[in-house]
C-alpha cells in the first residue's frame, strides 16, 4: 500500500522511544503514527494506543515496527513484526545470540522485509571520519583499538533488568556490542577469537567487564566497560591505532577527535579532506628521535624519507597534530544519528537506495563476538592466582 509517509509504529514508549519519536518528528518520509506499552498512560495523545503490541501488527497505518523495550524481548518481537509483514527497526541488541539474529535476517529475506539495528554510532561523523581514514590508508594499516567505558549507573538500580542477565544479556550484549559493531564499521575483518572476564559487585550484579577480539588480519580490540561512576565523571574514550599514527576520540557520542601522526604533505591534504575545518599543526621530522626508523631517500634531511611500520614501508615528511570538534551538543549529535538511521531505513524502503547501513545482516559479527563474550564469562575460565 502506497502512503505519503511510511507510518512507524513503536512498541515500548520509554525514554528512549521518546527521544527518537521527536528526532524522527520533521523527516518527510516517515511518522509516528502509533505505539504500544502496557503502560498506556505513557502514549502521547495523537497516536494509536495500544497495550498488546500484536494489536498495533495488525494496523495497515504501520508499516515500521520500532522495538525499545528490554533486550529479552527483542527477539520475539521482530520475529513476529517481520511475519506481519512489517519492516523492524530494533533498539541494541537484536537477540541475545547469534542463532536468533540469524533467524531474524532468515526471516526478513523470505517476508522482503527489512530489520535494521539502532547502531546509529555508524551515522556519526567522526566514526564515518574513522572510517574514511582506515578505507584511504592514509596512516597505513590499523593494529589495535582501544575501548574505554567508565558510564554512570544512577538511573540503574539493583533491581532494573539491566543488572538481570536473563533480560539484558549482561554488560557485553546490552552496552559493548554497539562498540563492537563500531570497531567492525570502521575496519573490514573478521573476529576470530575473544576473550571475556567480568567482575559482580554483587552475586549476580555484573558491573565491570573486559573483552579482547582478535581479528584474521591480526588487529586486537580491547575493550572494558564499568558502569559505577556519577554521571558528571561519565568517560569513554576511544583510541585507533594505525601503522602512522593514532586517533583519539572522546564521548559515546562521539564529538571529538585528535589526531597525531607522521605523513607527506599529500597525506596531509587527504586528512584535512577528512577532518574539515580541523586545527592542524605540522612539525619537521624529529630525525634524532627517528633515527631507528628513518631512511633518507635522496640522502638530504629535507627531502622525504621512508620510515618502517607494522612490516611495510612508508614514505614520510612530516608530523602532524590535528584536531577535530563537532559544533554541537550532544544530545543534538545523538538525534541527528537516529534520524539518519531511520532515513537510510525508509530510503531502501521507497528503493531509493540499496541496504540501510545498519541492516541486521551487516551487522551480524557484532552479536557473534558479544554473545561467545558472555559464553566466556558465564563459564569464567581463567587461572586462579
Given at each position: 500500500m502506497q502512503v505519503d509517509r511510511l507510518g512507524i509504529g513503536i512498541v515500548g514508549?520509554?525514554?528512549?522511544?521518546?527521544?527518537?519519536?521527536?528526532?524522527?518528528?520533521?523527516?518527510?518520509?516517515?511518522?509516528?503514527?502509533?505505539?504500544?506499552?502496557?503502560?498506556?498512560?505513557?502514549i502521547p495523545p495523537g497516536l494509536k494506543s495500544y497495550r498488546d503490541f500484536r494489536d498495533m501488527l495488525r494496523d495497515d497505518s504501520v508499516q515500521i515496527v520500532s522495538i525499545g523495550t528490554p533486550p529479552a524481548t527483542h527477539a520475539s518481537i521482530a520475529q513476529q513484526a517481520l511475519e506481519a509483514e512489517k519492516h523492524v527497526f530494533v533498539e541494541k541488541p537484536p537477540a541475545l545470540t547469534l542463532e536468533e539474529a540469524e533467524e531474524l535476517v532468515g526471516t526478513a529475506h523470505r517476508q522482503k522485509r527489512v530489520i535494521a539495528v539502532d547502531y546509529m554510532l555508524r551515522y556519526n561523523p567522526l566514526v564515518c571520519a574513522l572510517k574514511s581514514v582506515a578505507d584511504s590508508k592514509v596512516l597505513g594499516k590499523l593494529q589495535h583499538v582501544s575501548v574505554a567505558n567508565y558510564a554512570y549507573d544512577g538511573k540503574l538500580p539493583p533491581q532494573h533488568w539491566f543488572w538481570d542477565k536473563s533480560k539484558s544479556g549482561g554488560i557485553l550484549v546490552e552496552h559493548a556490542v554497539h562498540f563492537f559493531d563500531m570497531v567492525n564499521f570502521v575496519w573490514k575483518a573478521r573476529p576470530e577469537k575473544i576473550t571475556a572476564q567480568a567482575h559482580c559487585r554483587q552475586p549476580g550484579m555484573e558491573d565491570k567487564v573486559q573483552a579482547t577480539v582478535r581479528y584474521d588480519d591480526g588487529v586486537i580490540s580491547t575493550h572494558y566497560h564499568h558502569f559505577f561512576r556519577p554521571w558528571w565523571f561519565e568517560r569513554q574514550s576511544f583510541r585507533f591505532a594505525f601503522d602512522l599514527g593514532e586517533i583519539d576520540v572522546e564521548g559515546w557520542i562521539p564529538l571529538a577527535a585528535t589526531v597525531r601522526a607522521i605523513t607527506t604533505r599529500e597525506g596531509l591534504q587527504q586528512l584535512a579532506g577528512i577532518f574539515p575545518s580541523a586545527h592542524i599543526q605540522e612539525e619537521p621530522l624529529d630525525l634524532e628521535r627517528l633515527a631507528a626508523d628513518v631512511t633518507y631517500v635522496h640522502?638530504?634531511?629535507?627531502?622525504?624519507?621512508?620510515?618502517?611500520?607494522?612490516?611495510?614501508?612508508y614514505p614520510v615528511s612530516l608530523m602532524v597534530n590535528l584536531h577535530f570538534g563537532i559544533e554541537k551538543p550532544k544530545i543534538e549529535v545523538y538525534q541527528d544519528c537516529v534520524r539518519a538511521a531511520m532515513e537510510d531505513v525508509a530510503a531502501h524502503i521507497r528503493g531509493r537506495s540499496g541496504k540501510p547501513r545498519i541492516a541486521l545482516e551487516t551487522a551480524l559479527d557484532s552479536i557473534r563476538i558479544a554473545a561467545a563474550g558472555a559464553r566466556l564469562i558465564q563459564q569464567d575460565y581463567g587461572v586462579d592466582l
Open positions: 514508549y520509554g525514554e528512549f522511544a521518546e527521544f527518537c519519536h521527536e528526532a524522527w518528528r520533521d523527516l518527510k518520509d516517515v511518522r509516528v503514527v502509533a505505539a504500544s506499552d502496557l503502560d498506556t498512560s505513557r640522502g638530504a634531511p629535507t627531502e622525504s624519507h621512508s620510515v618502517t611500520a607494522g612490516g611495510s614501508s
